[in-house]
């Protein structure tokens, strides 16, 4: 039974920094590819960023270019995503999906496991 969970999130001042976690079990972590998502009240779930088994290829939704970087650590089973300069439009809750898979992928439709996620609030 595959479980990812969130964790990392909180309260922050707009320009400030959190780092998200998701931590996987009962996968073979190094063939999945992993995505960020978030959704905020009253709106659609949104990708925020992917990356493929290997991490060498990586995506980023243009509202957080140059401010959040995607990255894993195949050896901890981890997935992280480092969140810089934060915007209160960037309140949401965040969520870590994975796809056993080699490629990198960008719909929701496509993901298989779900964590719970994680409540991320930024202060203006």
């Known amino acids: 039974q595959g479980q990812l969970v969130e964790s990392g999130g909180g309260l922050v001042q707009a320009g400030g920094s959190l780092r998200l976690s998701c931590a996987a079990s009962?996968?073979?972590?190094?063939?999945?590819?992993m995505g960020w998502f978030r959704q905020a009240p009253g709106k659609e779930r949104e990708l925020v960023a992917a990356?493929?088994?290997?991490?060498?290829?990586?995506y980023y939704a243009d509202s957080v270019k140059g401010r959040f970087t995607i990255s894993r650590d195949n050896a901890k089973n981890t997935v992280y995503l480092q969140m810089n300069s934060l915007k209160p439009e960037d309140t949401a809750v965040y969520y870590c999906?994975?796809?056993?898979?080699?490629?990198?992928?960008?719909?929701?439709?496509?993901?298989?496991?779900w964590g719970q996620g994680t409540q991320v609030t930024v202060s203006s």
């Open positions: 999906a994975a796809r056993r898979s080699m490629y990198l992928y960008t719909e929701e439709s496509e993901y298989r496991y």
């Open positions: 009962g996968l073979t972590f190094s063939t999945y590819a």
């Open positions: 990356i493929n088994w290997s991490g060498g290829s990586t």
